[in-house]
T-cell receptor
C-alpha cells in the first residue's frame, strides 16, 4: 500500500530557510503536490511536481526525485505568516489516481 | 470569482443521526472530491465525482454516500453517525478528474457528533 512520511513538527527562525522533507512509497507515481494549511483553515495549493528536479515559485521551491521516492519543500526568507502545517500529497496508480496525503509537518516560526 | 463554498460551516449531531453536507465548486470545475480530516492528520479521501459520475471511493463504510448534480454541486451524506465521524469535512474542486490540476478546497464543515 501507499505510505507517505513527513516530520511531525519543525521550528525555524524568521528570515531563515527551512526544508521540509517528504518520502513516499507508491506504485505508478503520477504526481506530488504540496499544500499549506493554517490552523482551522482549508489547505491551499503551493506546488506540483511530476518530473524530477526543482520547481521554483517565489520564496517557495519544491524538489522531486522519483527514483528515491523523495520530495522536499524549501521555504526561504521565512515570515511569521509561514507558521502553518505543510502537507505532502501523492497521486499514484495504486491509489486509483486519488490523492494520498501525509499527516503534515507543523512549522513553527520564531522571531 | 467565487471559490469553493460549503455549507453548513459547523454542525452538531447526535449518534445515530443522519447528516448532509453540501459543496459548490468553482465555476467551470467539473470534478469534486470529498475528504475527512481529523485534527493533526492529513485529509483522508472519501469520494471523487467527475461529470456526475463516481470516479473514486476511499476506504469508508457504506454509511457514507455522495452524489453530484447537473450543476456540478455535490452532497455528502453520512448515516448512523458515530462519535468517530467527528471531523472537518473538506470539499475540493478541480478542472478535471486527473492530471496536473490542483484541487481548490472549500472552508470545510466542522462536524461534531455527541
Amino acid at each position: 500500500g501507499q505510505n507517505i512520511d513527513q516530520p511531525t513538527e519543525m521550528t525555524a527562525t524568521e528570515g531563515a530557510i527551512v526544508q521540509i522533507n517528504c518520502t513516499y512509497q507508491t506504485s505508478g507515481f503520477n504526481g506530488l503536490f504540496w499544500y499549506q494549511q493554517h490552523a482551522g483553515e482549508a489547505p491551499t495549493f503551493l506546488s506540483y511536481n511530476v518530473l524530477d528536479g526543482l520547481e521554483e515559485k517565489g520564496r517557495f521551491s519544491s524538489f522531486l526525485s522519483r527514483s528515491k521516492g523523495y520530495s522536499y519543500l524549501l521555504l526561504k526568507e521565512l515570515q511569521m505568516k509561514d507558521s502553518a502545517s505543510y502537507l505532502c500529497a501523492v497521486r499514484a496508480m495504486d491509489s486509483n489516481y486519488q490523492l494520498i496525503w501525509g499527516a503534515g509537518t507543523k512549522l513553527i516560526i520564531k522571531p | 470569482d467565487a471559490g469553493v463554498t460549503q455549507s453548513p460551516t459547523h454542525l452538531i449531531k447526535t449518534r445515530g443521526q443522519h447528516v448532509t453536507l453540501r459543496c459548490s465548486p468553482i465555476s467551470g470545475h467539473k470534478s469534486v472530491s470529498w475528504y475527512q480530516q481529523v485534527l493533526g492528520q492529513g485529509p483522508q479521501f472519501i469520494f471523487q465525482y467527475y461529470e456526475k459520475e463516481e470516479r473514486g471511493r476511499g476506504n469508508f463504510p457504506d454509511r457514507f454516500s455522495a452524489r453530484q448534480f447537473p450543476n456540478y454541486s455535490s452532497e455528502l451524506n453520512v448515516n448512523a453517525l458515530l462519535l468517530g465521524d467527528s471531523a472537518l469535512y473538506l470539499c475540493a474542486s478541480s478542472l478535471a478528474g486527473q492530471g496536473p490540476y490542483e484541487q481548490y478546497f472549500g472552508p470545510g464543515t466542522r462536524l461534531t457528533v455527541t
